[in-house]
Nanobody, 124 residues
């Protein structure tokens, strides 16, 4: 399995931007499909975005499409989530996840490794 550590969370005003990072170690990062999930207080974890091994294919939840961008730098073993035009409803703990098997998936059960998460707070 790969070990994942997120960073970049914080407090931002509605309409603002944040970039989250997820650093991977332990296995060949480029062999993994990467995803971002979030969990707001009192709610179920939900899918945000996923990215293929090469970075050529992406998949987004409808709620973030057009505002968030997932990307990766395989040389740095890092995946990013650029979040623009943030809304109060985007506030959550954001976690990155990795899966070995091919295919961009929104189900958390498809993912093998998880980070601890980073808090994003959006003030209105």
């Amino acid at each position: 399995q790969v070990q994942l550590v997120e960073s970049g969370g914080g407090l931002v005003q509605a309409g603002g931007s944040l970039r989250l990072s997820c650093a991977a170690s332990g296995r060949t990062f480029s062999n993994y499909v990467m995803g971002w999930f979030r969990q707001a207080a009192g709610k179920e974890r939900e899918f945000v975005a996923a990215l293929s091994w090469s970075g050529a294919s992406t998949y987004y939840a409808d709620s973030v499409k057009g505002r968030f961008t997932i990307s990766r730098d395989n040389a740095k073993n890092t995946v990013y989530l650029q979040m623009n035009r943030l809304k109060p409803e985007d506030a959550a703990v954001y976690s990155c996840a990795a899966k070995r098997r091919y295919g961009l998936r929104s189900s958390e059960y498809e993912y093998d490794s998880w980070g601890q998460g980073t808090q994003v707070t959006v003030s209105s």
